[in-house]
């Protein structure tokens, strides 16, 4: 129904900043809640940001609070993780994810409430 690709990761060094990139294919007429998470390897996938389909509600992990901003461009059927100041503890395979809501409606900071995954970008920040 929904197909979700990212990318943007790479290696960079800690202080500096990269930008994801989800595009998604199938039904993006519909309307959906969209979310960023992350897993490091032996750790359990953990939430980073969502997002609303209007744009009007955004929320983050305590943990990316002042450096990372997620925002979306639904003409494009994309979504991006602006990550500023980034330090070695975010180097984790970052997934984009959706779930279907209404217009204000978002996602959850959950894994498990999201339907639709992408397939991961690797990032990884050195000291």
């Known amino acids: 129904q929904v197909q979700l690709v990212e990318s943007g990761g790479g290696l960079v060094q800690a202080g500096g900043s990269l930008r994801l990139s989800c595009a998604a294919s199938g039904r993006t007429f519909s309307i959906y809640a969209m979310g960023w998470f992350r897993q490091a390897p032996g750790k359990e996938r953990e939430f980073v940001a969502g997002?609303?389909?209007?744009?009007?509600?955004?929320y983050y992990a305590d943990s990316v609070k002042g450096r990372f901003t997620i925002s979306r461009d639904n003409a494009k059927s994309t979504v991006y993780l602006q990550m500023n100041s980034l330090k070695p503890e975010d180097t984790a395979v970052y997934y984009c994810a959706a779930v279907f809501r209404g217009m204000n409606g978002l996602g959850g900071s959950r894994w498990f409430e999201y339907d639709y995954w992408g397939q991961g970008t690797q990032v990884t920040v050195s000291s």
């Open positions: 997002i609303s389909w209007s744009t009007t509600n955004t």
